[in-house]
């Protein structure tokens, strides 16, 4: 961590710069009840109360309070570095699932709240953690976060029999987890989308930088807004009308954050793949007809469920396959429980984030499951590395890898 | 006017001056956040007459602490409404000629009082003997401390060990009315008063910011089907 050392410093700088006045009066509503504590996955596998969601928000009121009090006005203060260590790595292990904020019994939105403290403590050069800080000069160099190459980005998935146009009013954007970590994911989504029978486009492999979540949820915004922009006018310039993409993230910043950096309402719409898929099967465009006899099971991931309420269109999908039986985690919907990828927490602690994605497979094997069904990359990515090692296993597809299977006739 | 009335009044007015400041220092502060015109909150949730009825509910019944916990909601209901209705009775010493709606509230006011003592303690054990939780706030249970300490003094003070009730008001009024008078010689007063005062300068924040919180929280709920279902 940097810039702490000895026992306690002076700050003068305000620790409310960075945030919204609707989240400085959630800081205040904060009864520290506890109830959220039950549905926070960081504590289900750590079981450390001192990260937890109520201590992170006693810490940062402390913060605030020793800087912009009236106390610290009058007299001035200082700030316990072990308290600011304390609170980098609280804010940091989470996962931002925001299971804790759909508990809330006051219903503070912690799902947005967190990257905003992190983003404060960027400003302060405390954050950052791990191999988080090199993200930026990744995606600036390279386009995305995992500094792989560009022409890396589509060559080694994408189906040869499928074609692109170079304009369209829908466009497919594959993301960089999918595209690098979660490759059968993305394949699956172009080879439905052929199947649909829709002309779509994309950004050649230079042109589709990194959405700009990881970037937002570490707190580094920086680049955000030139990202975004470089986005929408390459969309925009392709005659696009929606936008689709299945990484439930990219999604995420693309329909609520997208439009603040962009600085005006996007010229398209963004969709879910499993929306347009639940539409082109509901309207007769897309049909599976291969029958699957097996007990499937779907979970739900935070950034869709949570994040932007996609939780039908996934089940109507599944539900379409003759001979399926879908089974549910006890914890579904906009409930579901963190398979431990989320918030980029999993480049840093990954032993949470193994224990977590365990939980998930455990529940599938225990509820009898033949598959578990997945709709999202870093999940995709992080419970498939779960398994490595474990006792209990389980056959791990994404949602639209197991529709490209059916259709294939594999 | 005597030493003794005069330093309960200086405590009193100390007591309210804190919590005065406190409140107009929480406004400043969040009138000095809005102009800064921060975007962090992403765009913000649309009112609508269904999400703002179902908040209201949500307030008035703490209905998202009944989804999550329904055994601990029932003592945190029951305190929450018998508070304010302890609050109501109270008026009484504070009000010349009181109203009659406050006396005709006086029965249900004790009833309530009652009623509040229980759930506190019903609270307390919930939490460190059923329960067992392993995150517990220090700053709530002193808090809870705070309020069972005011609700002993004045259930005692009710029951047992009474205090001039004629002296009480004619102090409570004369310290609001700036008359400051004899306080009524009764310790237990003397205790209830200072502990309440106490209560008053370390009131929760939560009470004034939570019912926002859940006003916005309602719509961000019933808004969330539209961030990818408008058409």
Redesign the interface.
């Known amino acids: 961590m940097k810039g702490l050392k000895g026992c306690s410093m002076k700050i003068k700088k305000p620790f409310?710069?960075?945030?919204?006045?609707?989240?400085?009066?959630?800081l205040?509503?904060?009864?520290?009840?506890?109830?959220c504590?039950?549905?926070c996955p960081v504590q289900e596998v750590t079981?450390n109360?001192a990260i937890?969601p109520?201590?992170k928000i006693?810490m940062f009121r402390e913060f605030i309070r020793a800087t912009?009090?009236?106390k610290a006005r009058l007299f001035g203060s200082e700030i316990d570095d072990k308290l600011l260590q304390d609170f980098v790595k609280a804010v940091y292990e989470c996962t931002t699932c925001g299971a804790c904020g759909k508990?809330?019994?006051?219903?503070?939105?912690t799902q947005?709240l967190w990257p905003?403290l992190r983003?404060e403590m960027v400003r302060r050069g405390l954050g950052p953690i791990g191999s988080q800080a090199e993200m930026p000069e990744a995606v600036s160099s390279t386009g995305n976060p995992y500094k792989k190459p560009a022409e890396e980005r589509f060559n080694p998935w994408f189906p040869e029999n499928v074609s692109v146009s170079e304009k369209s009013e829908i466009a497919y954007y594959a993301g960089c987890t999918g595209a690098y970590e979660a490759q059968p994911m993305v394949k699956g989504d172009v080879i439905v989308l052929n199947a649909i029978g829709v002309e779509f486009t994309m950004l050649s492999p230079e042109e589709e930088v990194c959405c700009g979540f990881p970037l937002f949820i570490t707190g580094q915004h920086d680049m955000l807004e030139g990202l975004v922009k470089r986005l929408v006018d390459a969309y925009a310039d392709r005659g696009v009308k929606t936008l689709l993409c299945s990484c439930p993230c990219c999604?995420n910043i693309m329909?609520?954050?997208w439009?603040?950096f962009y600085g005006r309402e996007l010229p398209f719409?963004?969709?879910?793949i499993t929306?347009f898929v639940a539409d082109a099967i509901k309207n007769r465009k897309l049909a599976i007809k291969k029958e699957l006899r097996e007990r499937l099971i779907y979970h739900d991931p935070c950034y869709l469920s949570r994040?932007?309420?996609?939780i039908e269109e996934p089940r109507m999908v599944l539900e379409s396959i003759s001979g399926v039986k879908l089974l549910e985690f006890d914890r579904n919907r906009?409930n579901s429980r963190c398979c431990g990828a989320g918030g980029a927490a999993r480049k840093v602690f990954h032993e949470n984030a193994i224990a977590m994605a365990r939980l998930t497979i455990d529940e599938a094997v225990v509820k009898k499951a033949d598959r578990l069904i997945l709709s999202c990359p870093a999940c995709y990515a992080k419970v498939n590395e779960a398994m490595t090692g474990h006792d209990k296993q389980i056959r791990i597809t994404d949602i639209m890898e197991l529709i490209a299977e059916l259709i294939e006739g594999k | 006017m005597t030493y003794s009335g005069l330093i309960l009044a200086l405590i009193v007015y100390a007591a309210y001056a804190a919590l005065f400041?406190?409140l107009l220092?929480?406004i400043l502060?969040?009138l000095k956040?809005?102009a800064?015109l921060?975007?962090?909150?992403?765009?913000?949730a649309r009112a609508s007459v269904r999400a703002d009825v179902k908040s209201l509910s949500?307030i008035i019944f703490?209905t998202?602490?009944l989804?999550?916990?329904e055994w601990?909601w029932l003592g945190e209901w029951l305190f929450h409404i018998t508070f304010l209705m302890v609050m109501i009775r109270h008026l009484r010493y504070f009000i010349d000629p009181v109203p009659e709606w406050i006396m005709d509230f006086q029965t249900a006011g004790i009833g309530a009082s009652y009623v509040f003592l229980s759930a506190l303690v019903y609270i307390m054990a919930f939490k460190l003997f059923i329960e067992k939780?392993?995150?517990?706030?220090s700053?709530?249970f002193f808090l809870l401390t705070l309020l069972f300490l005011i609700a002993v003094s004045g259930f005692l003070m009710k029951n047992f060990i009474r205090a001039d009730i004629v002296n009480v008001k004619a102090f409570m009024t004369g310290v609001f009315s700036f008359k400051i008078l004899e306080p009524p010689g009764s310790m237990l007063f003397f205790f209830h008063l200072i502990t309440s005062l106490i209560f008053l300068i370390f009131l929760?924040?939560?009470i004034?910011?939570?019912p926002?919180?859940?006003i916005?929280?309602?719509r961000?709920d019933e808004g969330?089907?539209?961030?990818?279902?408008?058409?």
């Open positions: 409310s710069n960075e945030l919204a006045p609707m989240q400085l009066v959630e205040d509503a904060c009864t520290q009840c506890g109830e504590l039950k549905f079981g109360t937890s109520p201590e006693r912009e009090g009236l508990n809330c019994t006051v219903g503070i939105f947005r905003f983003k999604v329909a609520r954050d439009p603040v719409r963004i969709r879910h929306q994040g932007v309420g996609i906009a | 400041f406190r220092w929480r502060f969040l956040a809005s800064l921060i975007t962090g909150y992403g765009r913000p949500d703490l998202r602490l989804k999550v916990n601990l939780k392993k995150y517990l706030s700053y709530n929760p924040a939560h004034f910011a939570a926002l919180t859940m916005d929280a309602r961000r969330l089907e539209g961030v990818l279902h408008e058409d």
